[in-house]
């Protein structure tokens, strides 16, 4: 079974771009989480999907979006780029019952200059 | 509010036992989760352990819960080099939302 896919893997975007982040879940998979990972705040949990509905949002500006697909497929959204945003972004897939074991991508790597 | 502490390093020698713990608030947790994270990769499941239970064995890992003192461990037997990553206790789920700690970097030397 093919493992989460995130794409691009890296990026380079210039204060005031936006960016576009995909990720594609493991088959079976329709809930996806995204979190942000950087060496000073560690992992902080964005926002989660299942069935195409947001069910819960991280403490993030609004500059942060995300949706979700019929086939399960998410994007997130950044806009108006910080400096500050720069960061891995790891999505997560996983059924809907217990024991909810999350399954990451490789992540994103995004650089804001 | 939710918070998960661990320690930040731990050194091991190779063919010893390394113990990395971990301490959560959230006593509504149902599950517990251990990931590891090697350097330029995402985090990988290792194993997780129901809130109820006590014990989980699972190959070379144990990991133990001791839910009256909020506090977890995972036990890795026979620290091999290519065990040495970041360790990543985590605690949920909150409706797809895992907290996870600042993570434990593990450093086997041979």
């Known amino acids: 079974k093919a493992g989460v896919t995130q794409t691009p893997r890296y990026l380079i975007k210039t204060r005031g771009q936006q960016v576009t982040l995909s990720c594609s879940p493991i088959?079976?998979?329709?809930?996806v989480s995204w979190y942000q990972q950087t060496p000073g705040q560690g992992l902080q949990f964005l926002f989660e999907?299942?069935?195409?509905?947001?069910?819960n949002k991280g403490n993030f500006p609004g500059r942060f979006s995300g949706r979700q697909f019929s086939n399960s497929r998410s994007e997130m959204n950044v806009s108006t780029l910080e400096l500050g945003d720069s960061a891995l972004y790891l999505c997560?897939?996983?059924?809907?019952?217990?024991?909810?074991?999350?399954?990451f991508g490789p992540g994103t790597r995004l650089t804001v200059t | 509010g939710e918070d998960v502490e661990q320690s930040l390093f731990l050194s091991v020698r190779e063919g010893d036992s390394s113990v990395i713990n971990c301490t959560y608030t959230?006593?509504?947790?149902?599950?517990l989760y251990w990931y590891k994270q090697e350097p330029g990769a995402g985090l990988q499941l290792l194993t997780y352990?129901?809130?109820?239970?006590d014990m989980k064995q699972d190959q070379r890992l144990t990991v133990l819960l001791n839910k009256k003192d909020k506090h977890l461990s995972l036990r890795i037997a026979d620290t091999q080099t290519g065990d040495s990553a970041i360790y990543f206790c985590?605690?949920?789920?909150?409706?797809?939302?895992?907290?996870f700690g600042k993570g434990t970097k593990l450093s086997v030397k041979p």
């Open positions: 997560a897939s996983y059924r809907t019952d217990a024991p909810y074991e999350q399954y």
């Open positions: 088959s079976g998979h329709r809930s």
């Open positions: 999907y299942f069935s195409e509905t947001q069910r």
């Open positions: 959230d006593s509504s947790s149902t599950y």
């Open positions: 352990i129901f809130s109820n239970m």
């Open positions: 985590a605690e949920g789920p909150s409706q797809g939302n895992l907290i």
